[in-house]
């Protein structure tokens, strides 16, 4: 044997510590920050000499001759060691750099869950048929896919004593306030409430908005909107006067216009208005902010159409113009709209399918069906889909949990009174 392999034996018995050792070490830290893979077993991180000791010969270098001497290696072993321990290193510096700096955000598609209690997620009011009993909730974090808050948040015991069709909004001070359908007929007004935080509401309220008018038959699918130009909100409802309207194939008792309020505490309302008139029967109105101009997307409840439209204003009163062609299937209603990424979404229920669908759209002028993209809870039903934070989606979510403790919490009364 040539006596200059001697040197370089005696420094392969006792190798010098590898980037193996440091990956291991480091290995759940690496995963969490989506390093490149490791490296192939046999090999350095950055280079492609055999580092398995005792099986291969160390390479020479790519110049013939003989190789350097016996101190020479040493120190080159050494540096060797130092750059692979570096270059593995940077696997957990810069991964974890690109991770802070690229980590996705709230975007629509994915479901993720926020990293902080401020951020956005997307709630759902909703009722259970046939008990009406009740506020509920479902939610999302993507806008596409839905759950079940377990829990029932507030009785309505006002009017007719059942709850459909509730609708949220929070105001510029943050309180959250809610309207609802409190009887299918013999109702002239809806239920409010409001709260703080989603889960302790106030004590309901009847708002009689069609007092006025003694031969109303019904008012329907209050929806609220802020009009923050002129820090009020506004609810629109649906409600049949027989005879102040021409009847088509509907029947004289269910031939609906829609009609508002306005107000700023909700302890004061302005007179009740005809709010649209669109020469057939419409109930399910619910005003979208498109910056710049506003739509209205609806149902249009003539027989044999009942399904839904939209229309363009340049005001939350309206005039509306250019009503749209049917958008949906017969049988459709309770349209909520949710603005996610780019895109808007439209949710309603296909009532004789017992189904929930949605439509998505850019412009409110052309449309594609999406429902194949989504997943809804069963027994969903419409109400209001809004933008909320996921402090607010935890307290939900405690307080329905709790609510699952038989001996912690009383039965929930399931009837109205």
């Known amino acids: 044997m040539e006596p200059y392999l001697r040197p370089q034996k005696v420094i392969h018995q006792k190798p010098p510590p590898t980037p193996l050792r440091v990956w291991?070490?480091?290995?759940?830290?690496?995963?969490?920050?989506?390093?490149?893979?490791?490296?192939?077993?046999?090999?350095?991180?950055?280079?492609?000499?055999?580092?398995?000791?005792?099986?291969h010969k160390p390479e020479r270098g790519s110049k013939k001759g003989p190789s350097p001497g016996p101190r020479f290696g040493?120190?080159?072993?050494?540096?060797?060691?130092?750059?692979e321990l570096m270059h593995t290193l940077q696997w957990l510096i810069f991964p974890a750099l690109g991770f802070a700096l690229t980590s996705p955000g709230p975007w629509p598609g994915r479901a993720q869950v926020p990293s902080s209690t401020d951020d956005p997620?997307?709630?759902f009011s909703t009722f259970r048929e046939p008990e009406q009993d009740g506020l509920r909730f479902a939610y999302s974090l993507d806008g596409y896919h839905w759950s079940n808050v377990p829990g029932l948040f507030l009785q309505p015991r006002v009017g007719g004593g059942i709850m459909r069709d509730p609708s949220i909004c929070r105001g510029p001070d943050g309180k959250w306030h809610l309207v609802w359908t409190s009887a299918w007929w013999g109702d002239r007004g809806f239920g409010y409430a409001q709260s703080q935080d989603l889960v302790h509401w106030s004590e309901p309220r009847f708002i009689p908005v069609m007092a006025h008018e003694p031969d109303t038959v019904n008012?329907?699918?209050?929806?609220?909107f802020y009009d923050a130009p002129r820090n009020r909100f506004l609810i629109v409802w649906a409600s049949t006067i027989p005879g102040r309207f021409p009847d088509h194939l509907e029947p004289r008792t269910n031939n609906h216009r829609l009609y508002y309020t306005a107000t700023r505490d909700?302890?004061?309302f302005t007179p009740t208005?005809?709010?649209?008139?669109?020469?057939?029967s419409v109930i399910d109105a619910q005003i979208v902010f498109t910056d710049p101009g506003y739509v209205l997307v609806h149902?249009?409840?003539?027989?044999?159409?009942?399904?839904?439209?939209?229309?363009?204003?340049?005001?939350?009163?309206?005039?509306?113009?250019?009503i749209s062609p049917h958008l949906t299937e017969p049988f459709t209603e309770g349209p909520s709209v949710l603005k996610v990424g780019q895109e808007w979404i439209v949710y309603y229920e296909a009532y004789r399918d017992r189904q929930y669908r949605a439509l998505k759209t850019r412009d409110f002028r052309r449309f594609h069906n999406a429902t194949a993209e989504m997943t809804f809870?069963?027994?969903?039903k419409h109400g209001t889909a809004f933008l909320a934070s996921r402090r607010d989606l935890e307290r939900l979510l405690q307080a329905g949990q709790h609510q699952a403790q038989p001996t912690n919490h009383p039965a929930l009364r399931t009837t109205p009174p």
């Open 377 to 380: 809870p069963a027994g969903l």
């Open 74 to 83: 040493v120190i080159l072993a050494r540096w060797r060691a130092k750059l």
């Open 273 to 280: 208005q005809l709010f649209w008139d669109p020469g057939y």
């Open 266 to 268: 909700f302890q004061e």
């Open 24 to 55: 291991t070490t480091f290995s759940n830290c690496a995963a969490v920050c989506n390093p490149p893979k490791p490296p192939t077993a046999g090999l350095s991180p950055d280079v492609s000499t055999p580092t398995n000791p005792g099986t």
């Open 299 to 322: 149902k249009d409840n003539t027989r044999p159409e009942r399904r839904l439209r939209v229309a363009f204003g340049d005001s939350p009163l309206g005039p509306w113009r250019d």
């Open 121 to 123: 997620v997307f709630l």
């Open 219 to 224: 008012v329907w699918a209050p929806e609220l």
